[in-house]
């Protein structure tokens, strides 16, 4: 079953514009009785997209699906992950993959959403001590300033 998902970096490429307006005029049309179905095919094409406040709006969508739903959690799972990786909520985006690793630790789509996960926390964490570094050098640089300055008087 998880071969229908696609690979993690299939949200890369979000949809055409017409294309979410077809999702988007689906789920409208339906409006207070939208479907389960409905919903999830909007929020995936949200989720897609390349706006923050689309993914976000994909991800709170999901989010009820997930909570009313229970036979769609499985799903939502991947792409509460997925659409949290993209928004950079890392932390969130490894809970909602390792909890569907925890049911089907084969799935090749939730392992490579791992691996995105997991070079993307590296990346920016090599990049948040090289910061912290930088800053700290130029704390030493303009402590060791005044301090000089100091002694001179």
Known sequence: MSSLLPDAADAESPLKPEELQVLRSQYEKEGEFVGVQTKFNYAWGLIKSSQRDE???GVRLLSDIFRNAPERRRECLYYLGLGNFKLGNYAEARRYNDLLLDHEPANLQAGSLRSLIDDKVAKEGLMGVAILSGVAIAAGVIG?????GARRR
């Not at 060791?144 to 000089?148: D, N, P, Q, S, T």
């Open 144 to 148: 060791g300033m005044l301090f000089k």
């Open 55 to 57: 993914q976000q709006e």
